[in-house]
């Protein structure tokens, strides 16, 4: 029977229930095809192997030949597509563990696919939001977190902000529609700061008249 690896979660993408008052605005994954590409860079990697099968071809085509060059090349053409096919596996894997949620409150991030690790970032503690947008619309949201807070490269990868290793910044990665989820991130965020926060203290006794 299928089994469903998130089934604990009282709600999906959040590790519980939002408090009174709090609300989802928005929910998606990373497009996986999109997250193989910029994350994985699926795309460099088959133009690695493929330079080298025309490197094998082109140095021996001159001494045997065109047919006996290619099926001498051919094998680093099988590696590459072996390669490949195990990063778009990876990039699926990736994204379909993944759940971006958020609020009109805080952005949550449930990431991993071996080690699950959820993210609550209350906008309060988010100083600025970079959206870096591709031709296809997909796009990722990094975050600059406000004081010393410092998050896992390791742990987090690949939803982190490209090679910003000595202050790591939550990404929202290759989600679609990145434009939109953008502005509906800014205007949750921006109505959320500026709402006065209320704190409740104890009531202190009134002084004694002299």
Not at 39 to 62: C, E, Q
């Amino acid at each position: 029977m299928p089994h469903d690896d998130f089934a604990i979660e009282p709600v999906p993408g959040l590790p519980e229930r939002p408090p009174e008052g709090e609300h989802i605005l928005w929910q998606g994954r990373p497009h996986w095809w999109a997250l193989s590409r910029e994350a994985l860079s699926i795309h460099w990697v088959a133009g690695y192997f493929l330079l080298l099968t025309l490197w094998r071809f082109l140095t021996l085509v001159d001494q045997v030949g065109a047919g006996a060059a290619f099926a001498s090349a051919s094998p680093f053409l099988i590696m590459g597509a072996v390669v490949c096919a195990l990063l778009m596996v990876v990039g699926f894997v990736q994204a379909r563990a993944t759940l971006y949620t958020i609020t009109n409150r805080r952005v949550a991030m449930r990431i991993g696919a071996a080690l699950t690790v959820t993210l609550n970032l209350p906008f309060t503690q988010i100083r600025t939001a970079d959206l870096d947008l591709r031709r296809d619309g997909t796009g990722t949201i990094a975050l600059d977190l406000e004081g010393s807070t410092r998050l896992s490269y390791l742990v987090c990868w690949p939803h982190l902000r490209p090679w910003w290793i000595r202050r790591t910044q939550p990404a929202l990665r290759c989600i679609p529609e990145a434009e939109k989820v953008a502005r509906l991130l800014a205007e949750a965020a921006e109505a959320r700061v500026s709402t006065p926060q209320v704190e409740r203290r104890p009531a202190t006794a009134p002084m004694a008249a002299e």
